[in-house]
């Protein structure tokens, strides 16, 4: 008798901690912060990683990184929202990303998430960025795996039982598996609790498509769970490969900007798209929370990357969308962004 298939909405095991579903934020560089976590909690998703932090800039107490880039809020850990049929509500849960060269610096670096009250932590080992790779971290790690793993063994020390998952590239070039082979000496030398596989090589960034037969097969062979991202985009999609792999779960990374409907839909709450109001909605929420994260002046500025993640969600005519997202851009305060947003000045759709 055959076993029966996970879904994505079953809990599962990262080292101690019980996740409630199988679905999960991705670390987002410059992005995931604390309010771009909760709008994917708020839609159903299990974990949510934080966007990669500098593991010398917590060691040096810099003011930024520790009193924004590690805030916590405590709406974030509140209970996420059951699927259709489940009883029951655990805590969402907080990953931390942490990137760095230095095993002594990780060590202090990990302790101080730790202390700011992470459930995990998250190493980048596969930042394809060239201002990171230099230093010696990110990809950079996939060619100096002792280097990765004393960082991981590290990190396990000033974490004190937090689970710590590292997140890698299948390689650093095309064709090359240094990542699946770093996965599972990561996991039998430096006790790593899960590996965060993006099936694709540091060079080509987030082009091709993903290699998901070798993440499949580093499933089958790596003694820890799997966790999937890369090319997550369409809800049938991210089905499909998370079966087709048997990944303990899928990290939604850019699939998920300005759509946090995705968790819905994968988790089974939601079937249709969100109508246009939704969005609108959603994005004043998101404002407000730029406001309360970065005060007025900093949040009109931060906000402009995520305009037009929403506006291709509103489906406006092209032109009006163009137009639209010019305007956005140019907007001087978010008094005229909130104008520009009006309900009654838009075509907007209902949902479908």
């Given at each position: 008798?055959?076993?029966?298939?996970?879904?994505?909405?079953?809990?599962?095991?990262?080292?101690?901690?019980?996740?409630?579903?199988?679905?999960?934020?991705?670390?987002?560089?410059?992005?995931?912060?604390?309010?771009?976590?909760?709008?994917?909690?708020?839609?159903?998703?299990?974990?949510?990683?934080?966007?990669?932090?500098?593991?010398?800039?917590?060691?040096?107490?810099?003011?930024?990184?520790?009193?924004?880039?590690?805030?916590?809020?405590?709406?974030?850990?509140?209970?996420?929202?059951?699927?259709?049929?489940?009883?029951?509500?655990?805590?969402?849960?907080?990953?931390?990303?942490?990137?760095?060269?230095?095993?002594?610096?990780?060590?202090?670096?990990?302790?101080?998430?730790?202390?700011?009250?992470?459930?995990?932590?998250?190493?980048?080992?596969?930042?394809?960025?060239?201002?990171?790779?230099?230093?010696?971290?990110?990809?950079?790690?996939?060619?100096?795996?002792?280097?990765?793993?004393?960082?991981?063994?590290?990190?396990?020390?000033?974490?004190?039982?937090?689970?710590?998952?590292?997140?890698?590239?299948?390689?650093?070039?095309?064709?090359?598996?240094?990542?699946?082979?770093?996965?599972?000496?990561?996991?039998?030398?430096?006790?790593?609790?899960?590996?965060?596989?993006?099936?694709?090589?540091?060079?080509?960034?987030?082009?091709?498509?993903?290699?998901?037969?070798?993440?499949?097969?580093?499933?089958?062979?790596?003694?820890?769970?799997?966790?999937?991202?890369g090319g997550l985009n369409e809800p049938e999609h991210i089905r499909d490969v998370f079966h087709a792999t048997g990944a303990a779960a899928v990290m939604l990374a850019r699939g998920a900007l300005g759509n946090p409907w995705l968790f819905e839909q994968l988790l089974g709450s939601r079937h249709e798209q969100p109508s246009g109001e939704e969005v609108l909605k959603e994005l004043n929420w998101t404002i407000?929370?730029?406001?309360?994260?970065?005060?007025?002046?900093?949040?009109?500025?931060?906000?402009?990357?995520?305009?037009?993640?929403?506006?291709?969600?509103?489906?406006?005519?092209?032109?009006?969308?163009?137009?639209?997202?010019?305007?956005?851009?140019?907007?001087?305060?978010?008094?005229?962004?909130?104008?520009?947003?009006?309900?009654?000045?838009?075509?907007?759709?209902?949902?479908?």
């Open positions: 008798m055959g076993s029966v298939p996970l879904r994505l909405t079953d809990p599962w095991m990262l080292g101690p901690l019980e996740v409630p579903n199988r679905v999960l934020l991705a670390p987002l560089a410059g992005i995931g912060n604390w309010f771009v976590r909760l709008q994917a909690k708020r839609y159903g998703a299990g974990m949510a990683v934080s966007e990669m932090v500098s593991s010398h800039a917590i060691h040096h107490n810099n003011e930024r990184t520790c009193n924004e880039m590690l805030r916590i809020h405590p709406d974030e850990q509140e209970p996420v929202p059951s699927a259709p049929g489940e009883t029951g509500a655990p805590a969402g849960l907080v990953s931390i990303q942490l990137f760095g060269e230095d095993p002594a610096v990780m060590r202090s670096a990990a302790a101080r998430v730790r202390a700011a009250g992470a459930d995990a932590i998250d190493i980048n080992m596969g930042c394809p960025v060239p201002k990171v790779q230099k230093t010696g971290a990110g990809a950079a790690l996939l060619a100096d795996p002792n280097r990765a793993i004393a960082l991981a063994r590290a990190a396990c020390e000033g974490g004190a039982g937090l689970p710590v998952t590292v997140k890698l590239r299948s390689g650093r070039r095309p064709g090359e598996t240094d990542g699946f082979e770093l996965a599972h000496r990561l996991v039998a030398e430096a006790g790593v609790a899960a590996i965060g596989f993006h099936p694709r090589s540091a060079a080509v960034h987030h082009k091709g498509t993903p290699d998901y037969e070798l993440a499949a097969r580093l499933v089958a062979s790596l003694d820890a769970p799997v966790i999937l991202t407000d929370r730029a406001v309360e994260h970065l005060g007025q002046a900093r949040a009109t500025r931060y906000l402009r990357k995520f305009y037009p993640w929403y506006v291709v969600r509103l489906r406006l005519d092209r032109e009006i969308a163009k137009r639209l997202q010019a305007s956005l851009q140019a907007a001087e305060t978010l008094g005229q962004v909130r104008a520009l947003l009006d309900p009654e000045r838009l075509p907007l759709a209902v949902a479908a």
